[in-house]
């Protein structure tokens, strides 16, 4: 830390690489909260987890039936001090809420931008568009077959949202009308996974039961961007099995938050990294990475944007989350909780702190051990070395001379 303090002051370096190089330490330290934890409100598994661009609000998605919905307030208020439970705001347990008896809430998020919307997708084939303040639903929308992801679109110049179920296509939602403007299609299966891109807000990448990762602009109508080949067209054939992304379904995509980077994880238990420009394979290995929610969309998240100095990925791996440096595919460590399965998992958009929810009904919180106090023997030696730049004059010691003399 002296060393980067150093190299700041005397402009070695850019402004940013001494918070994102500490933010990146710091993160790869995470362990169970003892500041902070939060009560459990839901009686079956929390399916999913999302935190608001402020990182206060935590919302959850439970397995119940029919499938509530809980608001955490995570702040921790000043001067607290000890062990401090966060307490559900609000709830939503009734008629308005999904009533799929296999999936209550399949999936929760936040509007990007403020916490006046949240949006929910269940078994039960709808999409549903929350008012916040009044709790109740303002829109929603039918599909034919159930609905496996949606994710909401980062971006300011359109309010879509990307839906993938198991109509084989992906359904884009305009929240501003309240219908659908258009669909993609390209994938011959269901589709498992979705994720926007951060760098542009018109790419989107998908993920299918069919093996494929497809990147997709909006904009455009005659058909997909790319579709990412896990060889990189060294293996070039007339079967269309050669050129896919992964050796089983793709159930896990997740943008790096710079958009220069694009994670995809399938059921032939592989982890990989594409270069989101080029929708080149990067050859990272990663090794054996078991997928355990092989029927459901996977939840994977990027260390904050303030710690991508060396960028980190969770994922759930049974009960345990695994945390990957990015470009290396080195494992930093596993981070073990849960009773269950680990089904879903939020990032704290600024500090240095991870929510998971798991079967076990529980939603633990990962942070960072306090700063270490100077021990008992490191504060004596500092004192010993203080001591011999002491001034060890005394004027007793010169009286005494005085008077032999």
């Known amino acids: 830390m002296l060393q980067l303090l150093t190299a700041r002051e005397c402009g070695l370096g850019p402004p940013w690489f001494l918070p994102r190089s500490y933010g990146s330490q710091r993160f790869s330290e995470l362990e169970l909260s003892k500041e902070k934890e939060l009560g459990r409100f839901h009686s079956a598994a929390v399916n999913s987890l999302d935190l608001d661009c402020d990182g206060r609000y935590l919302i959850s998605g439970g397995g119940d039936v029919p499938g509530s919905i809980a608001i955490h307030d995570t702040a921790r208020p000043a001067g607290e001090k000890g062990l401090y439970v966060c307490g559900v705001t609000v709830s939503t347990y009734g008629t308005q809420n999904h009533t799929d008896t296999s999936h209550a809430v399949s999936v929760v998020q936040w509007f990007p931008h403020d916490t006046g919307i949240f949006t929910t997708t269940s078994?039960?084939?709808?999409?549903?568009?929350?008012?916040t303040n009044d709790l109740l639903v303002v829109e929603k929308f039918k599909?034919?077959?159930?609905i496996y992801t949606h994710v909401m679109s980062t971006g300011t110049s359109h309010t879509l949202t990307a839906v993938g179920g198991g109509e084989c296509k992906i359904t884009l939602c305009d929240?501003?009308?309240?219908?659908?403007s258009h669909v993609l299609e390209g994938h011959s299966k269901p589709v498992m996974a979705l994720a926007?891109?951060?760098?542009?807000?018109?790419?989107?990448?998908?993920?299918?039961q069919d093996n494929s990762v497809v990147l997709w602009d909006i904009r455009k109508a005659n058909g997909p961007l790319t579709k990412l080949d896990q060889h990189n067209g060294s293996r070039a054939s007339s079967d269309p099995s050669v050129t896919v992304a992964h050796g089983g379904s793709v159930n896990g995509l997740c943008f790096s938050p710079d958009g220069l980077h694009l994670v995809s994880f399938g059921t032939d238990d592989r982890l990989r990294l594409w270069d989101a420009v080029t929708g080149k394979n990067t050859l990272v290995n990663y090794g054996r990475v078991f997928n355990t929610l092989p029927k459901q969309n996977c939840p994977l998240a990027f260390s904050p944007l303030s710690s991508t100095l060396h960028?980190?990925?969770c994922i759930p791996v049974g009960g345990e989350v695994l945390m990957f440096h990015l470009?290396?595919?080195?494992?930093?460590?596993?981070?073990?909780?849960?009773?269950?399965k680990v089904h879903s998992l939020a990032v704290h958009p600024v500090e240095q702190e991870l929510y998971s929810g798991g079967t076990d009904a529980n939603i633990l919180c990962w942070m960072p051990p306090p700063p270490r106090k100077p021990s008992l023997d490191r504060a004596r030696r500092s004192n010993a070395t203080g001591a011999v730049y002491e001034d060890a004059w005394s004027s007793d010691e010169d009286n005494d001379d005085d008077g032999r003399h």
């Open 327 to 340: 470009t290396t595919g080195k494992k930093v460590k596993s981070l073990s909780g849960h009773f269950g």
């Open 175 to 180: 929240l501003v009308s309240g219908a659908s």
């Open 123 to 131: 078994g039960d084939r709808y999409l549903k568009i929350w008012d």
């Open 196 to 208: 926007w891109s951060t760098a542009c807000e018109h790419v989107l990448a998908s993920g299918s």
């Open 311 to 313: 960028p980190i990925i």
């Open 143 to 146: 599909f034919k077959n159930p």
